[in-house]
């Protein structure tokens, strides 16, 4: 079994990861430590850019067994059994980004990205089995219970389209402007 555990940055998918893969024996495969030198080919506004194809190439060297691959270009990858979302509302989104240290323009790029549903319709264009988590309210292990729901089958209440950050991302926004 291949899970691909992808989101915005910020969503959580190393931090659910490592409880994930420790709890239950996955091996955990993260493609912020795979994407070096030899699967980049340059950088853009401070970003990577990788070539999805020898990402895969050397993703598929080394899975075997169980194994969850986490990154927000992890369902990019043309395999893996299933794809995770993690969902995180604007606001305590913007929250975590500031935590890790992003800076301005970063974090309204990924703001942008969560409201607009990025990673969730990017995934659901690649793969069949595809559900999403809203971490917003959720404690770290509260995340890792429901993965493990999903693989048991009770998949029913992350079926994609129950999230709508739209309302929160303009008052996320509108706010700022009073501020400023
Ligand atoms: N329910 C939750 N699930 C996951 N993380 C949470 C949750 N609540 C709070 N957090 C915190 O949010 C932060 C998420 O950071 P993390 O580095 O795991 O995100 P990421 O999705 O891997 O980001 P990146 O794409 O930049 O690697 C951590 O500090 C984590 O403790
Ligand atoms: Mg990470």
Not at 37 to 43: A, N, P
Not at 132 to 144: R, S
């Amino acid at each position: 079994m291949i899970i691909l555990l992808t989101g915005t940055p910020g969503t959580g998918k190393t931090t659910v990861s490592r409880l994930f893969s420790k709890k239950y024996g996955f091996r955990k495969i993260s493609i912020n430590d795979i994407a070096t030198s030899e699967v980049c080919e340059g950088v853009e506004k401070g970003s990577r850019l990788v070539n999805i194809e020898k990402l895969s190439d050397k993703i598929s060297q080394i899975v075997s067994g169980d194994a969850i691959i986490e990154g927000h270009l992890s369902h990019y990858l043309p395999y893996g059994d299933i794809v995770i979302v993690l969902r995180t509302r604007p606001d305590v989104l913007e929250k975590r980004l500031i935590k890790k240290g992003f800076d301005k323009d970063k974090i309204a790029e990924n703001l942008e990205a969560e409201a607009l549903d990025v990673c969730l319709i990017e995934s659901i264009e690649r793969h069949r089995k595809v559900y999403e988590i809203d971490t917003t309210k959720k404690k770290v292990p509260d995340v890792v219970a429901d993965m493990k729901k999903i693989l048991e089958g009770r998949w029913e209440e992350f079926v994609p389209g129950k999230i709508d950050w739209s309302e929160n991302f303009f008052d996320v926004k509108r706010n700022k402007k009073k501020v400023m």
